[in-house]
Protein backbone atom coordinates (compact mmCIF):
# COMPACT_ATOMS: atom_id res chain seq x y z
CA UNK A 1 0.00 0.00 0.00
CA UNK A 2 1.21 3.38 -0.96
CA UNK A 3 1.90 5.64 2.38
CA UNK A 4 -0.31 8.36 0.80
CA UNK A 5 -2.97 5.96 0.91
CA UNK A 6 -2.70 5.20 4.57
CA UNK A 7 -2.17 9.38 5.17
CA UNK A 8 -5.52 9.88 3.38
CA UNK A 9 -7.20 7.55 5.51
CA UNK A 10 -5.82 8.90 8.49
CA UNK A 11 -6.56 12.45 7.64
CA UNK A 12 -10.42 11.19 6.56
CA UNK A 13 -11.25 9.84 9.99
CA UNK A 14 -9.26 12.61 12.11
CA UNK A 15 -11.61 15.21 10.07
CA UNK A 16 -14.57 13.13 10.62
CA UNK A 17 -17.01 14.14 14.05
CA UNK A 18 -20.19 13.64 15.60
CA UNK A 19 -21.79 16.67 13.46
CA UNK A 20 -23.90 19.06 15.61
CA UNK A 21 -24.79 20.98 13.06
CA UNK A 22 -25.66 20.38 9.68
CA UNK A 23 -25.40 23.27 6.86
CA UNK A 24 -29.01 22.55 6.31
CA UNK A 25 -28.53 24.22 2.26
CA UNK A 26 -26.25 21.72 1.49
CA UNK A 27 -26.98 18.86 0.01
CA UNK A 28 -25.13 15.47 -0.47
CA UNK A 29 -24.74 14.64 -4.34
CA UNK A 30 -26.37 11.97 -6.02
CA UNK A 31 -23.28 10.13 -7.15
CA UNK A 32 -21.82 10.34 -3.58
CA UNK A 33 -25.13 9.61 -2.28
CA UNK A 34 -25.66 6.56 -3.86
CA UNK A 35 -21.82 5.56 -2.75
CA UNK A 36 -22.87 5.74 0.67
CA UNK A 37 -26.04 3.66 0.45
CA UNK A 38 -23.76 0.96 -1.33
CA UNK A 39 -21.49 0.73 1.47
CA UNK A 40 -24.98 0.14 3.63
CA UNK A 41 -25.93 -2.66 1.13
CA UNK A 42 -22.67 -4.10 1.05
CA UNK A 43 -22.20 -3.66 4.88
CA UNK A 44 -20.62 -6.85 6.15
CA UNK A 45 -22.72 -9.55 8.35
CA UNK A 46 -22.27 -12.19 10.13
CA UNK A 47 -22.98 -15.48 8.07
CA UNK A 48 -24.14 -12.74 5.40
CA UNK A 49 -27.29 -12.64 6.54
CA UNK A 50 -28.00 -8.76 6.45
CA UNK A 51 -30.69 -9.04 9.19
CA UNK A 52 -31.62 -4.95 8.65
CA UNK A 53 -33.48 -2.29 6.96
CA UNK A 54 -32.61 0.94 5.81
CA UNK A 55 -35.13 3.33 6.05
CA UNK A 56 -34.11 6.65 3.89
CA UNK A 57 -36.48 9.16 5.08
CA UNK A 58 -36.28 12.47 3.34
CA UNK A 59 -39.99 13.48 3.35
CA UNK A 60 -39.75 16.98 5.35
CA UNK A 61 -43.24 16.49 7.37
CA UNK A 62 -42.18 12.99 8.46
CA UNK A 63 -38.70 14.63 9.46
CA UNK A 64 -40.21 16.81 11.69
CA UNK A 65 -42.34 14.25 13.66
CA UNK A 66 -39.41 12.16 13.97
CA UNK A 67 -37.52 15.30 15.46
CA UNK A 68 -39.97 15.08 18.26
CA UNK A 69 -39.52 11.99 19.26
CA UNK A 70 -35.64 12.28 19.10
CA UNK A 71 -34.94 14.88 22.02
CA UNK A 72 -35.86 17.81 19.25
CA UNK A 73 -32.18 16.86 17.66
CA UNK A 74 -31.64 19.47 14.57
CA UNK A 75 -29.56 16.97 13.21
CA UNK A 76 -32.84 15.06 12.48
CA UNK A 77 -34.33 17.90 10.13
CA UNK A 78 -31.68 20.21 8.98
CA UNK A 79 -29.22 16.78 7.63
CA UNK A 80 -29.42 16.74 3.83
CA UNK A 81 -30.03 12.48 4.46
CA UNK A 82 -31.24 10.76 7.62
CA UNK A 83 -31.00 6.41 7.98
CA UNK A 84 -33.25 5.04 10.45
CA UNK A 85 -31.60 1.32 10.68
CA UNK A 86 -33.93 -0.86 12.15
CA UNK A 87 -32.89 -4.99 12.80
CA UNK A 88 -34.31 -7.72 12.10
CA UNK A 89 -36.60 -9.47 15.43
CA UNK A 90 -36.41 -12.48 14.11
CA UNK A 91 -34.22 -15.31 12.06
CA UNK A 92 -35.92 -18.41 11.22
CA UNK A 93 -35.84 -21.00 8.75
CA UNK A 94 -37.84 -19.30 6.06
CA UNK A 95 -35.49 -16.52 5.94
CA UNK A 96 -32.82 -18.49 6.33
CA UNK A 97 -34.16 -20.37 2.78
CA UNK A 98 -34.53 -16.97 1.38
CA UNK A 99 -30.70 -15.80 1.91
CA UNK A 100 -29.48 -19.32 0.50
CA UNK A 101 -31.94 -19.00 -2.33
CA UNK A 102 -30.64 -15.72 -3.44
CA UNK A 103 -27.01 -17.01 -2.64
CA UNK A 104 -27.84 -20.20 -5.53
CA UNK A 105 -29.31 -17.85 -7.78
CA UNK A 106 -26.30 -15.27 -7.68
CA UNK A 107 -23.26 -18.10 -7.58
CA UNK A 108 -25.52 -20.33 -10.21
CA UNK A 109 -25.47 -23.55 -8.00
CA UNK A 110 -27.88 -25.91 -6.63
CA UNK A 111 -29.88 -25.19 -3.23
CA UNK A 112 -28.77 -28.54 -2.43
CA UNK A 113 -24.66 -27.99 -2.42
CA UNK A 114 -25.41 -25.11 0.32
CA UNK A 115 -27.62 -27.95 2.42
CA UNK A 116 -24.70 -28.07 4.83
CA UNK A 117 -24.42 -24.35 5.30
CA UNK A 118 -28.02 -23.64 5.58
CA UNK A 119 -28.48 -26.21 8.45
CA UNK A 120 -25.69 -24.58 10.63
CA UNK A 121 -27.32 -21.62 10.38
CA UNK A 122 -30.69 -22.96 11.32
CA UNK A 123 -28.94 -25.11 14.04
CA UNK A 124 -27.84 -22.10 15.06
CA UNK A 125 -30.96 -20.02 15.09
CA UNK A 126 -32.63 -22.58 16.52
CA UNK A 127 -30.34 -22.75 19.80
CA UNK A 128 -31.02 -18.90 20.28
CA UNK A 129 -33.88 -16.96 21.94
CA UNK A 130 -35.82 -14.69 20.55
CA UNK A 131 -33.72 -11.62 22.72
CA UNK A 132 -30.61 -12.86 21.40
CA UNK A 133 -31.46 -13.03 17.81
CA UNK A 134 -32.36 -9.40 18.46
CA UNK A 135 -29.50 -8.09 20.04
CA UNK A 136 -27.92 -10.10 17.40
CA UNK A 137 -29.37 -8.16 14.61
CA UNK A 138 -29.08 -5.32 16.55
CA UNK A 139 -24.90 -5.82 16.67
CA UNK A 140 -25.06 -6.20 12.87
CA UNK A 141 -26.63 -3.27 12.27
CA UNK A 142 -23.57 -0.84 14.52
CA UNK A 143 -20.94 -2.89 11.76
CA UNK A 144 -23.53 -1.28 8.68
CA UNK A 145 -23.20 1.90 10.87
CA UNK A 146 -19.54 1.83 11.27
CA UNK A 147 -19.02 0.70 7.48
CA UNK A 148 -20.88 3.94 6.10
CA UNK A 149 -19.07 6.50 8.71
CA UNK A 150 -16.49 5.41 7.36
CA UNK A 151 -17.05 5.45 3.65
CA UNK A 152 -19.06 9.09 4.86
CA UNK A 153 -15.47 10.01 6.13
CA UNK A 154 -13.47 9.01 3.33
CA UNK A 155 -16.31 10.97 0.54
CA UNK A 156 -15.88 13.93 2.93
CA UNK A 157 -19.56 13.28 4.05
CA UNK A 158 -20.53 14.60 7.56
CA UNK A 159 -22.48 12.60 9.53
CA UNK A 160 -24.18 12.03 13.12
CA UNK A 161 -25.12 8.85 14.76
CA UNK A 162 -27.57 9.21 17.08
CA UNK A 163 -28.56 6.49 19.51
CA UNK A 164 -30.86 9.39 21.57
CA UNK A 165 -34.34 8.43 19.89
CA UNK A 166 -37.33 7.19 21.40
CA UNK A 167 -37.42 3.59 19.03
CA UNK A 168 -40.63 2.88 19.65
CA UNK A 169 -42.00 6.34 18.78
CA UNK A 170 -40.14 5.58 15.74
CA UNK A 171 -41.62 2.36 14.48
CA UNK A 172 -44.85 3.78 14.85
CA UNK A 173 -44.18 6.74 12.56
CA UNK A 174 -42.13 4.20 10.24
CA UNK A 175 -45.40 1.66 10.31
CA UNK A 176 -42.82 -0.82 11.39
CA UNK A 177 -45.05 -2.48 13.86
CA UNK A 178 -45.87 -5.52 11.59
CA UNK A 179 -42.98 -5.51 9.61
CA UNK A 180 -40.69 -7.88 11.23
CA UNK A 181 -38.36 -5.02 12.05
CA UNK A 182 -37.43 -2.21 14.93
CA UNK A 183 -35.78 1.06 14.87
CA UNK A 184 -32.24 0.29 16.41
CA UNK A 185 -30.95 4.17 15.95
CA UNK A 186 -30.56 6.58 13.24
CA UNK A 187 -27.63 8.09 11.56
CA UNK A 188 -27.53 12.00 9.72
CA UNK A 189 -25.60 12.87 7.02
CA UNK A 190 -24.77 15.59 5.26
CA UNK A 191 -22.61 19.01 5.71
CA UNK A 192 -21.14 20.51 8.47
CA UNK A 193 -22.43 24.36 9.51
CA UNK A 194 -19.00 26.35 9.39
CA UNK A 195 -20.23 27.74 12.82
CA UNK A 196 -20.63 24.47 14.47
CA UNK A 197 -18.23 24.93 17.58
CA UNK A 198 -18.30 20.89 18.03
CA UNK A 199 -16.33 20.97 14.37
CA UNK A 200 -13.35 22.59 15.62
CA UNK A 201 -12.17 20.85 18.95
CA UNK A 202 -9.72 18.30 19.00
CA UNK A 203 -10.76 14.81 18.77
CA UNK A 204 -10.46 13.35 22.83
CA UNK A 205 -9.12 9.10 23.04
CA UNK A 206 -7.88 7.64 25.93
CA UNK A 207 -3.94 6.84 25.22
CA UNK A 208 -3.01 4.20 22.90
CA UNK A 209 -2.21 2.03 25.53
CA UNK A 210 -5.33 2.05 27.26
CA UNK A 211 -7.39 0.86 24.53
CA UNK A 212 -5.01 -1.21 23.06
CA UNK A 213 -3.01 -4.57 24.47
CA UNK A 214 -0.29 -5.98 23.01
CA UNK A 215 0.30 -9.85 23.10
CA UNK B 1 -16.77 14.49 -4.77
CA UNK B 2 -14.91 13.38 -7.52
CA UNK B 3 -16.43 10.44 -9.36
CA UNK B 4 -13.37 8.48 -9.01
CA UNK B 5 -13.48 8.95 -5.15
CA UNK B 6 -16.82 6.96 -5.26
CA UNK B 7 -15.76 4.43 -7.67
CA UNK B 8 -12.87 3.18 -6.24
CA UNK B 9 -14.19 3.12 -2.36
CA UNK B 10 -17.39 1.09 -4.01
CA UNK B 11 -14.59 -0.96 -5.91
CA UNK B 12 -12.63 -1.45 -2.67
CA UNK B 13 -16.04 -2.62 -0.71
CA UNK B 14 -16.84 -4.94 -3.38
CA UNK B 15 -13.72 -6.88 -2.89
CA UNK B 16 -13.83 -7.33 0.29
CA UNK B 17 -15.29 -10.60 1.60
CA UNK B 18 -14.82 -12.73 5.08
CA UNK B 19 -11.11 -13.86 4.17
CA UNK B 20 -11.74 -18.03 4.27
CA UNK B 21 -7.70 -19.18 3.62
CA UNK B 22 -5.00 -16.63 4.50
CA UNK B 23 -1.41 -16.65 2.99
CA UNK B 24 0.50 -17.28 6.38
CA UNK B 25 3.91 -16.17 4.69
CA UNK B 26 2.32 -12.56 3.76
CA UNK B 27 2.51 -10.35 6.71
CA UNK B 28 1.02 -6.50 6.54
CA UNK B 29 3.63 -4.08 6.45
CA UNK B 30 4.32 -1.91 9.40
CA UNK B 31 2.92 1.99 8.46
CA UNK B 32 -0.34 -0.18 6.93
CA UNK B 33 -1.22 -1.85 10.53
CA UNK B 34 -0.24 1.35 12.12
CA UNK B 35 -3.22 2.74 10.00
CA UNK B 36 -5.50 0.14 11.05
CA UNK B 37 -5.20 1.15 14.74
CA UNK B 38 -5.66 4.33 14.63
CA UNK B 39 -8.58 3.32 12.20
CA UNK B 40 -10.12 0.92 15.91
CA UNK B 41 -8.76 3.78 17.87
CA UNK B 42 -10.36 6.80 16.20
CA UNK B 43 -13.49 5.01 15.84
CA UNK B 44 -16.77 6.87 16.56
CA UNK B 45 -18.35 5.47 19.75
CA UNK B 46 -21.98 6.89 21.59
CA UNK B 47 -20.51 10.03 24.04
CA UNK B 48 -16.90 8.90 22.68
CA UNK B 49 -16.69 7.11 25.70
CA UNK B 50 -14.51 4.40 23.91
CA UNK B 51 -16.03 1.29 26.05
CA UNK B 52 -13.44 -1.22 24.63
CA UNK B 53 -10.11 -2.82 24.26
CA UNK B 54 -8.23 -4.34 20.97
CA UNK B 55 -5.92 -6.64 22.13
CA UNK B 56 -3.43 -7.60 19.20
CA UNK B 57 -2.05 -11.27 19.71
CA UNK B 58 0.94 -11.98 17.64
CA UNK B 59 2.57 -14.32 19.84
CA UNK B 60 2.03 -17.26 17.45
CA UNK B 61 1.63 -20.12 20.92
CA UNK B 62 -1.06 -18.00 22.09
CA UNK B 63 -2.74 -17.96 18.66
CA UNK B 64 -2.40 -21.74 18.62
CA UNK B 65 -4.54 -21.55 22.07
CA UNK B 66 -6.90 -19.41 21.25
CA UNK B 67 -7.26 -21.60 17.83
CA UNK B 68 -8.25 -24.49 19.63
CA UNK B 69 -11.30 -21.93 21.50
CA UNK B 70 -12.36 -20.72 18.01
CA UNK B 71 -13.94 -24.20 16.51
CA UNK B 72 -10.06 -24.64 15.00
CA UNK B 73 -10.49 -21.95 12.24
CA UNK B 74 -7.60 -21.86 10.43
CA UNK B 75 -7.20 -18.00 10.50
CA UNK B 76 -6.79 -17.65 14.22
CA UNK B 77 -3.53 -18.47 13.29
CA UNK B 78 -2.93 -17.88 9.74
CA UNK B 79 -3.45 -14.21 9.47
CA UNK B 80 -0.82 -11.54 9.97
CA UNK B 81 -2.66 -9.67 12.28
CA UNK B 82 -4.99 -11.12 15.06
CA UNK B 83 -7.41 -8.46 16.82
CA UNK B 84 -9.49 -9.43 20.22
CA UNK B 85 -12.18 -6.71 20.55
CA UNK B 86 -13.12 -6.62 24.65
CA UNK B 87 -15.92 -4.99 25.54
CA UNK B 88 -16.45 -2.80 28.79
CA UNK B 89 -18.67 -4.66 31.72
CA UNK B 90 -19.22 -1.52 33.58
CA UNK B 91 -19.57 2.47 33.10
CA UNK B 92 -19.34 4.13 36.24
CA UNK B 93 -19.34 7.56 37.50
CA UNK B 94 -15.11 7.02 38.19
CA UNK B 95 -14.68 6.01 34.37
CA UNK B 96 -16.72 8.72 32.74
CA UNK B 97 -15.18 10.89 35.06
CA UNK B 98 -11.33 9.51 33.30
CA UNK B 99 -12.80 10.84 30.42
CA UNK B 100 -14.14 14.09 31.19
CA UNK B 101 -10.99 14.61 32.40
CA UNK B 102 -9.17 13.51 29.16
CA UNK B 103 -11.42 15.69 27.90
CA UNK B 104 -10.24 18.79 29.19
CA UNK B 105 -6.71 17.79 29.41
CA UNK B 106 -6.93 17.76 25.41
CA UNK B 107 -9.24 20.76 24.67
CA UNK B 108 -7.21 22.76 27.69
CA UNK B 109 -10.61 23.86 29.06
CA UNK B 110 -11.83 23.23 32.80
CA UNK B 111 -13.50 19.98 34.06
CA UNK B 112 -16.05 22.30 35.58
CA UNK B 113 -16.96 23.52 31.96
CA UNK B 114 -17.94 19.92 31.02
CA UNK B 115 -20.02 19.42 34.36
CA UNK B 116 -23.51 19.25 32.27
CA UNK B 117 -21.69 17.07 29.56
CA UNK B 118 -20.84 15.17 32.49
CA UNK B 119 -24.01 14.58 34.20
CA UNK B 120 -26.10 13.87 31.49
CA UNK B 121 -23.26 10.98 31.15
CA UNK B 122 -23.69 9.83 34.81
CA UNK B 123 -27.49 9.64 34.94
CA UNK B 124 -27.92 7.90 31.51
CA UNK B 125 -25.46 5.22 32.95
CA UNK B 126 -27.02 5.44 36.69
CA UNK B 127 -29.98 4.74 34.89
CA UNK B 128 -29.22 1.36 32.87
CA UNK B 129 -28.87 -2.46 34.07
CA UNK B 130 -25.45 -4.33 34.02
CA UNK B 131 -26.80 -6.04 31.50
CA UNK B 132 -28.09 -3.04 29.17
CA UNK B 133 -24.41 -1.54 29.83
CA UNK B 134 -22.79 -4.93 28.90
CA UNK B 135 -24.86 -4.74 25.50
CA UNK B 136 -24.15 -1.39 25.04
CA UNK B 137 -20.49 -1.13 25.07
CA UNK B 138 -21.02 -4.98 22.76
CA UNK B 139 -22.43 -3.21 20.23
CA UNK B 140 -19.95 -0.35 20.31
CA UNK B 141 -17.43 -2.70 19.72
CA UNK B 142 -19.04 -3.98 16.31
CA UNK B 143 -18.67 0.26 15.30
CA UNK B 144 -15.08 -0.17 15.68
CA UNK B 145 -15.41 -3.36 13.77
CA UNK B 146 -17.42 -1.78 10.62
CA UNK B 147 -14.96 1.05 10.58
CA UNK B 148 -11.91 -1.07 10.73
CA UNK B 149 -12.73 -3.65 7.97
CA UNK B 150 -13.65 -0.82 6.10
CA UNK B 151 -10.66 0.73 6.47
CA UNK B 152 -8.82 -2.75 5.31
CA UNK B 153 -10.95 -2.93 2.67
CA UNK B 154 -9.78 0.60 1.42
CA UNK B 155 -5.71 -0.35 1.81
CA UNK B 156 -6.83 -3.69 0.38
CA UNK B 157 -5.45 -5.64 3.18
CA UNK B 158 -7.85 -8.85 3.45
CA UNK B 159 -9.77 -9.41 6.51
CA UNK B 160 -12.00 -12.00 8.55
CA UNK B 161 -15.00 -11.11 10.85
CA UNK B 162 -15.17 -14.21 13.58
CA UNK B 163 -18.00 -14.30 15.95
CA UNK B 164 -17.57 -18.08 16.56
CA UNK B 165 -15.61 -18.62 19.12
CA UNK B 166 -15.58 -19.89 23.28
CA UNK B 167 -15.02 -16.08 24.55
CA UNK B 168 -15.31 -16.70 28.53
CA UNK B 169 -12.22 -19.08 27.01
CA UNK B 170 -10.73 -16.47 25.60
CA UNK B 171 -10.64 -13.83 28.25
CA UNK B 172 -9.00 -17.24 30.42
CA UNK B 173 -6.36 -17.13 27.84
CA UNK B 174 -5.95 -13.19 27.90
CA UNK B 175 -6.41 -13.35 31.65
CA UNK B 176 -9.27 -10.25 31.06
CA UNK B 177 -11.19 -12.08 34.28
CA UNK B 178 -10.69 -8.94 36.36
CA UNK B 179 -9.23 -6.39 33.91
CA UNK B 180 -13.16 -4.91 33.44
CA UNK B 181 -13.53 -5.70 29.75
CA UNK B 182 -14.96 -9.23 28.51
CA UNK B 183 -14.32 -10.66 24.92
CA UNK B 184 -16.67 -10.30 22.37
CA UNK B 185 -15.24 -11.65 18.78
CA UNK B 186 -12.10 -11.63 17.38
CA UNK B 187 -11.26 -10.33 13.41
CA UNK B 188 -8.02 -11.72 11.84
CA UNK B 189 -6.13 -9.11 9.03
CA UNK B 190 -3.65 -10.25 6.59
CA UNK B 191 -3.46 -11.34 2.77
CA UNK B 192 -5.71 -13.74 0.98
CA UNK B 193 -4.47 -17.09 -0.20
CA UNK B 194 -5.10 -16.36 -3.88
CA UNK B 195 -6.67 -20.14 -4.03
CA UNK B 196 -9.53 -19.53 -1.27
CA UNK B 197 -12.46 -20.42 -2.94
CA UNK B 198 -14.71 -17.97 -1.34
CA UNK B 199 -12.41 -15.15 -2.57
CA UNK B 200 -14.09 -16.10 -6.46
CA UNK B 201 -17.78 -16.27 -5.83
CA UNK B 202 -19.74 -13.16 -6.02
CA UNK B 203 -20.94 -11.44 -2.88
CA UNK B 204 -24.64 -12.59 -2.26
CA UNK B 205 -26.99 -9.38 -1.52
CA UNK B 206 -31.07 -9.03 -0.93
CA UNK B 207 -32.25 -6.98 -3.59
CA UNK B 208 -31.86 -3.72 -2.73
CA UNK B 209 -35.75 -3.15 -2.09
CA UNK B 210 -35.22 -5.61 0.83
CA UNK B 211 -33.16 -3.61 2.62
CA UNK B 212 -33.86 -0.03 1.64
CA UNK B 213 -36.61 1.74 2.50
CA UNK B 214 -37.59 5.20 1.43
CA UNK B 215 -40.24 7.33 3.01
Known amino acids: MTPEKNDELIKALLWRYATNKFDPHRKIDD ?3 NTLEQALILSPSSYGLQPWKFIIVQNPELRQKLRTVS ?3 AQITDASHLVVFAAKDHVDESYIRRYIEKMATIRAITIE ?5 EAVMVRDFKSRSPENIRSWSARQCYIALGQVLTAAAVLG ?6 EGIIAAQYD ?3 N ?3 SGYSTCFVAAFGHRNLDDPFSKV ?4 FEVGD ?5
Chains 1, 2 share one sequence.
Do not use: F, G, M
Open 113 to 117: SLAKY
Open 31 to 33: ATW
Open 202 to 205: AKVR
Open 157 to 162: VDACPI
Open 172 to 174: ELL
Open 211 to 215: VVERE
Open 176 to 178: LKD
Open 71 to 73: WNQ
